[in-house]
Nanobody
Framework: QVQLVESGGGLVQAGGSLRLSCTTS????????MGWYRQAPGKQRELVAAFTSFRSTMYADSVKGRFTISRDDAKNTVYLQMNSLKPEDTAIYYC????????WGQGTQVTVSS
């Protein structure tokens, strides 16, 4: 079982930055894939950024060049640095861990005002 605790969301003006954190209850080395997803009101949950099983990264086209996913293995934490935020980035952001089955965090709200 994997427990995920997210933090770092909030309200920011367009063009601003936020950094989200996701701390896991077990070593990142024991988790096949880690990533960030988001869900805006009335929309389906979508991939934002992720580490794949081969430690490479992938990003949604809408965030490429603005968002960066990173990890601190010593802290069992994955980060999402979000720069040049836009109002359309407003959503609840979820951390996801894959270890054969999928675990989700509770989500953290990100609101970008215009």
């Amino acid at each position: 079982q994997v427990q995920l605790v997210e933090s770092g969301g909030g309200l920011v003006q367009a063009g601003g930055s936020l950094r989200l954190s996701c701390t896991t209850s077990r070593s990142l080395f024991s988790i096949n894939s880690m990533g960030w997803y988001r869900q805006a009101p009335g929309k389906q949950r979508e991939l934002v950024a992720a580490f794949t099983s081969f430690r490479s990264t992938m990003y949604a086209d809408s965030v490429k060049g603005r968002f960066t996913i990173s990890r601190d293995d010593a802290k069992n934490t994955v980060y999402l640095q979000m720069n040049s935020l836009k109002p359309e980035d407003t959503a609840i952001y979820y951390c996801r861990a894959g270890v054969g089955i999928v675990y989700w965090g509770q989500g953290t709200q990100v609101t970008v005002s215009s």
